[in-house]
């Protein structure tokens, strides 16, 4: 591993303590060998001024819900230190109290609360304490001969055995560095835990770091093998979106499913052992808030319902009881990654953020097994030790409320045409706001751009072509595993033309763009929706299907033709559990079909003022394509779940159509 320290970047730091501190904690941060998610920590004693203007010993550590990798100075709350170390001499302190005394000590009682393991580095002799749960050398400690290696390998290190973290971690520690001068250590490891290193020096406390590392990873290369196996599979979507499907049902909840196909993913998923290896535990206890104890195994070509999934559920029940005491509720029993055998692996969550988190643990832990296996053994902590961290309601409240739960579409997957602006743009964005990950499809290569934020994404596709339409689909299902809500609202107007001067060109693209790809479309997506989550078929009509006017045959009949296509789908499709339902907006003019100049000129036609045009309804109301959007969204939602074949007007009030 190497070191990024850079005496040029320090210098500007050199009378700022808590600057140097967030100098170092974030070149830890930037190797996620070293610390992953929130993971890991460091602290810094110094001297703070008081409210009165007294000058007080504090400890700057690090503060939950931040990361190293971005941490600044706010992440690291003030605490008393003389105070924070007598906590360290009591016998006993549950941790309630421990949250408590802890805040208490807070210079600002406003800062994030302290790290949990806050006691341990108030109680290091030491002015820089880095802690890391770096994969090498927590790696070797997973193993059967895990104590004889660490003992050989860092004779200048204190070796702890295993304990939870929290104030028992911090006792064995007091007690270990009153018999022992840690001193004459470079280092403390903690098995299956991590590491920490200190100095009065900034710079050494991470050089130490690195080079203990170092060490692990230099052994590991001579007594191991660190080059691993790879594979390539092709993969069957809709595989995958059974899988999504039965954790989802797991779950309680619609959850993404991000497939991990690299080489290196197949390569582990197609080793013989893998179901045995992949299944002793995760590399640290840490990681088990995030990922389980376990993943889920799951054969090449799933049976239906995909019984792996089941099986976890029933051992995850199994688990729960055979270490449970009075008090603990079971957290629910869906499995957050699987190994798909030949296929990768797959990571379970209601965002892509927590996707992302799973899927890197995912990556590390897979490391770390296949060389843990080849350096002598791959061996976890028992259960008990993964339950009671799973469990520990201090790691709990890590994952804090977790953003955007609650939300209707948390967790599903939606797909819109005609993203790149009015209706289409506007659905898109109710639908991210209400949790849904979401792709918009436009023949505009500006939909790339327009939707590059908040959960959405563009893809350029033509719907009157079945190559572009089936690549479109594709990229989505092996991007998110599955598909939940459709919406199809691409279309074109092109005004003016009566029947009698029709020309063939308006009718045929009218028809061919408003009417036939819709149907394509569905085509090609009903088959993933079937699989879905409260899967959703949205079509967006028009108020001209109930009250026509002359000058523009072809679109009406275009948008007739899809409001008896959903109409015939919502018959198809109920018993597959899909809704389907139909908007018809009217005069909605915040789209691309209408310049400033076509709506000045239509007002005029009236004899009204473009204001008063805009408002021309029963309701006197202006309509905007984010009320369509959000009208949309509700009807994807369970507001609407007894709802299909419906039509829903949002037009301000037609005296045509009521
Ligand atoms: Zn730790």
């Not at 020096?201 to 001579?222: F, G, H, P, W």
């Not at 688990?319 to 055998?341: N, T």
Request: glycine content about 8%.
């Amino acid at each position: 591993m190497k070191s990024l320290w850079s005496d040029e970047e320090a210098n500007a730091f050199a009378n700022d303590d808590l600057a140097m501190r967030v100098y170092t904690s974030r070149l830890l941060g930037s190797s996620d060998d070293l610390v992953m998610h929130g993971g890991g920590n460091t602290s810094v004693k110094a001297t703070a001024r008081d409210f009165f203007g007294n000058d007080v010993e504090v400890l700057y550590v690090k503060g939950s819900g931040w990361d190293l990798k971005t941490i600044e100075k706010p992440g690291f709350p003030a605490i008393r230190l003389k105070e924070t170390r007598m906590l360290a001499e009591l016998d006993t302190l549950s941790d309630p109290d421990m949250t408590r005394q802890l805040r208490a000590l807070m210079l600002d009682p406003s800062a994030p609360s302290p790290s949990v393991e806050a006691i341990l580095h108030a109680i290091l002799p030491a002015k820089f304490i880095d802690h890391t749960h770096t994969d090498a050398i927590v790696t070797l400690s997973n193993n059967p001969r895990g104590d004889k290696i660490l003992a050989e390998l860092f004779p200048d290190c204190l070796v702890l055995p295993y304990i939870m973290p929290g104030f028992i971690l911090s006792r064995q520690v007091n007690e270990a560095i009153k018999r022992h001068d840690p001193g004459q250590y470079k280092g403390i490891i903690l098995m299956h835990h991590g590491v920490f290193t200190y100095s009065d020096a900034a710079k050494n406390a991470y050089e130490d770091m690195i080079e203990l590392v170092t060490r692990a990873e230099d052994y590991i290369a001579a007594h191991g093998e660190t080059k691993l196996p790879t594979a390539i599979y092709a993969v069957d979507l809709f595989d995958l979106a059974r899988i999504r499907k039965a954790v989802s049902n797991a779950r309680g909840s619609a959850q993404l499913a991000m497939l991990d196909q690299t080489p290196e993913a197949q390569g582990f998923s197609s080793l013989a052992n893998v179901a045995d290896i992949a299944t002793r535990g995760p590399i640290t206890p840490d990681h088990v808030i995030r990922t389980k104890r376990t993943p889920v195994v799951i054969s090449t070509k799933p049976a239906d319902g995909v019984p792996e999934v089941a099986q976890f559920v029933s051992d995850y029940k199994a688990y729960f009881e055979a270490f449970s005491h009075a008090g603990l509720q079971i957290l629910d029993p869906a499995p957050r990654f699987g190994i798909w055998r030949n296929a990768g692996s797959v990571a379970f969550g209601s965002s892509e953020k927590e996707c992302n988190i799973i899927a890197d643990i995912a990556r590390h832990t897979r490391w770390a097994i296949q060389t843990g296996e080849s350096v002598g053994g791959w061996e976890a902590l028992p259960a008990k030790d993964i339950f009671e961290l799973e469990y520990w309601v201090l790691e709990q409240a890590k994952l804090g409320k977790s953003a955007g739960a609650g939300k209707p579409h948390q967790g599903k997957v939606a797909l819109v045409t005609g993203a790149n602006s009015g209706i289409g743009k506007a659905a898109c964005e109710a639908l991210a706001a209400d949790g849904a990950v979401v792709v918009g499809l436009d023949i505009n290569p500006a939909v790339v751009s327009q939707l590059n934020r908040n959960g959405m994404s563009g893809i350029v596709c033509d719907l009157t072509d079945s190559k572009s339409v089936a690549a479109a689909v594709n990229q989505v299902i092996t991007r998110y595993g599955g598909l939940d809500i459709v919406v199809c609202n691409a279309g074109i107007f092109k005004s003016g033309e009566r029947i009698a001067d029709h020309t063939e060109h308006t009718w045929d693209q009218t028809i061919a763009i408003n009417l036939t790809a819709t149907q394509r479309f569905m085509t090609a997506t009903i088959p993933y929706l079937k699989l879905g989550v409260n899967p959703s078929l949205l079509v967006v009509g028009s108020r001209n299907f109930a009250a026509p006017g002359p000058g523009a045959a072809a679109y009406s009949v275009s948008k007739a033709g899809i409001t008896q296509l959903a109409r015939v789908a919502a018959l198809e499709l109920a018993a597959d559990g899909i809704r389907v339902n139909v908007v018809h907006p009217d005069a909605v003019f915040d789209t691309a079909l209408w310049t400033e100049d076509a709506l000045a000129r239509s007002a005029s036609r009236y004899g009204l003022s473009v204001e008063e045009y805009k408002t021309k309804n029963l309701l006197g109301k202006e309509i905007r394509a984010a009320d369509v959007g959000r009208l949309l969204s509700a009807l994807a939602s369970d507001i609407f779940g007894a709802t299909t074949g419906a039509q829903i007007p949002i037009d301000g009030g037609s005296d045509r159509v009521i």
